[in-house]
């Protein structure tokens, strides 16, 4: 990441204003202006390419209106002038070589092949508008499914096509919805809202605002922040607040920068990060650590909590975490000690099979300390446009709606979670129950490399229905493998937008620079072809003209006046729950049904759940299957970040894919030595489930030699279409079989037991998908019932 200045981000040289409640950066240029012979226009980096940030971008043309470079937009107090390789090396990526143009069809007789006719976007719509329209008509509407991958800013139109079509299955096909979701449901259930770390992002003058207090200690937990940047946060914010006096303790089982500079790191064992923090709880309770006036005044259920973390006392937390017991009641008291106190939290705690017990668990330690919507605590952010959980609801019908994929075995579906339940619909397009799927949706998915856990069924899945439709920048093997029709998909740089969802606290906009071949942006295919499903849904003549729509309903901002005042900056304060400002009836409290901070979840106790978080082991893990670990006798964690990647984006990408040119294996010198590998070597990661090819990197960042890691996502753009770009080889989802919490949220992508062994010659592939001899599910299906067997004895 570039840094500009030594000491630091600061805002010196940012000045504001405030229109009505709203506060923005007064910039010194409009927000296109001239440099010399080049046009610089302000503007946010969504997707694609990208990631979740929108970092503020200046974006630099020529006379002909090509993009000559990007850099960091210096009066944006999100990023302050700071950029990743990513936005810098973006030019590459809209001018690739290798980027999807035009819209393309095949025959679906010919899937799998790389026997591609160019057609009009007028062709294609008709195609899509024609053939699902028709399925519709047959089948009904539920049986096509509207997906995406990674949100960013385009959730909110696919949510609407898929609605406005009278479809209830919209889906992110992740196993669990194990990103982002366990943990918004898990504040949610308690606090009424989704809670992010305090770095000050609320106020345009960051850190110099009077309100602003720099928290004494933050928690870093299952997220490298300078790497992999989610819900709205900037993780360099966190090097901010060290050079003010901040220090961090960081749980990771992997030695980080972050970790190597903080007051102390816990090495956890991956999948066990409930555990832990019952652990904190049960120290801080017992050692009368906790504020008792906020939780006496603030809290409901404490009572029953202190009783539930009576059994995950620090001896036992030790033994299952592999964290020393020292390390742990240190840790609980700073986090009691600290004041502010604050926390920035990733996916891995996601992506564990329980993710909502672990998740109320690690909440309840914040919430217990008194550090909820206090200065430099964790906060509950405004949103600006408050789509993150779909746009659109109302148009599809209520017969229709009760269809939904999963709301039959998981109830807590009904409860504010407009998604289908991924693995029930995974299964549910392989095998035609409960009911057949005949079409997909897929925008900007590559759902076979990236998030898909058990793949061979998602294939299948896919194979099974009469179309397939893909929004995309690139060629990728799940549009190779299984589409019949792809689209071509802007860039940030190609097209308008404004920033929607991902806890997010500004209003941005993202201004169009240049134009290749005849890519269109997410919004604009999005509003085309929903205007032929729905014209009363798609009322809007153009992109700029829905986007005004969506401002006015909820600020006093079109589209036009935002771009002029961008970033902006809404209103803010603290302890909001004693002024009625975090509930709809404007009550004191929060927006529970208690009006407290339900630590005894009303919530999940409606929904059929255990109402106080727990602990249950990974399955399968040490703990859960210790007749496994004679031959399986790792334990592995996948989908740490690397600078240069984006999940499965930028491989083709030479400067991307220079900074990291191949998927990796990591292991500790210990354990290379055990097997007798060196850096370099090819491998198989194998279990129970599946295997994936690897290489080797022998690192000593995973210090115990019981856990190794995998890169997730990975493929060869430079490799055989026909042979989906040697996806299936390298696919760590090979290894994951998709089985998701007791919720339908969380599943164990971070922590499952495996063993290596050398790639030969003689067996150097996994081959193709096989669809006819599939064992997968079957397969997972024994699986569970075993280990449920392990657990009834």
């Known amino acids: 990441m570039a840094d500009h200045g030594i000491e630091g981000y600061n805002n010196s040289g940012v000045s504001t204003q405030l229109v009505g409640d709203y506060q923005f950066v007064d910039h010194e240029k409009p927000w296109r202006y001239q440099e010399g012979d080049l046009t610089v226009t302000r503007g946010s980096a969504w997707s694609g390419p990208g990631c979740h940030d929108g970092c503020g971008v200046l974006l630099y043309t020529d006379k002909d209106g090509k993009l000559v470079k990007c850099e960091g937009d210096p009066e944006n107090p999100y990023n302050g002038g700071r950029l990743c390789v990513r936005c810098l090396d973006v030019p590459e990526v809209v001018y690739h070589k290798d980027r999807l143009l035009y819209p393309m069809k095949r025959d679906p007789k010919d899937r799998g092949k790389d026997k591609w006719e160019r057609i009009s976007w007028e062709e294609a719509v008709d195609l899509v508008v024609d053939t699902f329209m028709d399925i519709k008509e047959k089948y009904g509407a539920e049986s096509v499914v509207f997906g995406q991958g990674t ?25 669990g919805c194990a990103c982002y979701l366990p943990r918004v449901a898990g504040f949610a259930a308690t606090a009424g809202s989704f809670w992010v770390a305090d770095c000050s992002q609320e106020f345009a003058d960051r850190y ?8 004494e200690t933050m928690f870093v937990w299952g997220n490298y922040p300078l790497r992999a940047n989610s819900d709205g946060f900037y993780g360099h914010w966190v090097i901010d607040l060290m050079k003010r006096g901040m220090e961090l303790v960081v749980i990771d089982p992997k030695v980080t920068w972050m970790s190597t500079h903080s007051k102390l790191h816990l090495a956890i064992r991956p999948g066990t990060d409930a555990a832990l923090a019952l652990g904190f709880l049960n120290i801080i309770i017992n050692e009368d650590l906790y504020d008792h006036d906020f939780v006496d005044r603030w809290t409901y259920g404490f009572d029953e909590l202190a009783e539930r973390v009576q059994e995950y006392t620090p001896e036992r937390i030790a033994e299952i975490t592999w964290i020393p ?14 004041k502010p106190c604050t926390m920035q939290w990733g996916v891995a705690v996601d992506m564990t099979k329980e993710a909502l017990p672990a998740s109320q668990a690690i909440a309840a330690c914040f919430q217990i300390t008194g550090n909820v919507d206090v200065p430099g605590g964790i906060i509950a952010p405004p949103e600006i446009l408050n789509y993150a959980g779909g746009w659109g609801r109302e148009l599809c019908p209520e017969e229709t709606w009760k269809k939904r994929i999963g709301l039959d075995k998981y109830p807590l579906l009904n409860f504010g979670f407009q998604i289908a339940q991924p693995d029930e619909l995974r299964h549910a397009m392989a095998t035609g129950k409960p009911y057949k799927i005949h079409a997909t949706w897929l925008q900007q998915n590559n759902v076979l490399s990236c998030m898909g856990a058990d793949p061979t069924e998602q294939y299948i899945g896919l194979m099974n229905c009469d179309f397939n439709v893909s929004v995309d920048l ?32 500004r209003g941005e906009v993202i201004n169009k620079v240049c134009q290749v071949g005849e890519c269109k942006s997410d919004m604009e295919i999005n509003l085309m072809v929903g205007k032929r499903f729905n014209p009363e849904a798609w009322p809007w003549d153009n992109v700029d003209d829905m986007f005004s729509a969506m401002l006015t309903a909820q600020t006093p901002f079109t589209f036009e006046e935002l771009r002029e005042k961008h970033p902006v900056y809404l209103p803010f304060s603290y302890r909001r729950y004693e002024t009625g400002l975090l509930r709809g009836d404007g009550q004191p409290g929060f927006n529970t049904p208690t009006g407290r901070i339900e630590l005894w979840s009303t919530f999940y ?17 040490p703990g859960s299957t210790p007749e496994l670990l004679d031959e399986y006798p790792l334990v592995l964690t996948t989908g740490a970040r690397p600078w240069s ?31 007798g590998l060196v850096d370099g070597d090819w491998v198989w990661v194998e279990n129970i489930y599946g295997r994936c090819k690897s290489k080797v990197e022998v690192t000593n960042l995973y210090q115990d030699p019981r856990v190794i890691a995998c890169d997730h996502a990975w493929w060869h753009p430079e490799g055989d279409p026909e042979k989906l770009y040697d996806s299936h080889d390298l696919n760590v989802n090979n290894l994951l ?51 449920a067997a392990t657990k009834n004895k």
Not at 208 to 215: E, G, I, L, R, W
Not at 475 to 501: N, Q, Y
Not at 648 to 670: F, G, I, P, T
Request: proline content about 7%; some cysteine.
């Open 151 to 175: 949100g960013r800013d385009i959730a909110a139109y696919i949510t609407r096509l898929c609605w406005s079509f009278g479809s209830p299955n919209y889906v992110l096909f992740l196993s």
């Open 645 to 675: 990647l984006f999940h499965s984006e930028h491989r083709q990408v030479q400067r991307m894919r220079d900074l990291k040119k191949e998927c990796n294996v990591y292991l500790n010198a210990e354990t290379a030595e055990k097997y």
């Open 605 to 621: 106790n409606n929904a059929g759940m255990d109402p106080l978080p727990y602990f249950e082991e990974p399955i399968p893990g």
């Open 737 to 787: 079989p998709g089985i998701p919490g007791k919720s339908g949220f969380g599943s164990n992508y971070k922590t499952t037991l495996v063993k290596l062994y050398k790639v030969t010659p003689e067996d150097d592939t996994n081959g193709p998908f096989q669809r006819d001899n599939y064992v997968g599910q079957a397969l997972t299906d024994r699986v569970a019932e075993a280990i």
């Open 208 to 215: 110099d605002n009077p309100q602003y207090q720099v928290p």
């Open 325 to 338: 017991e020292e390390k742990i009641r240190a840790a609980a008291h700073i986090l009691a000690e600290s």
């Open 474 to 505: 690139f060629m990728t093997p799940t549009i190779m493998a299984t589409s019949d029709l792809v689209l071509p998909a802007s860039t940030f740089t190609e097209r308008d937008g404004i920033r929607v969802g991902d806890g997010c606290q």
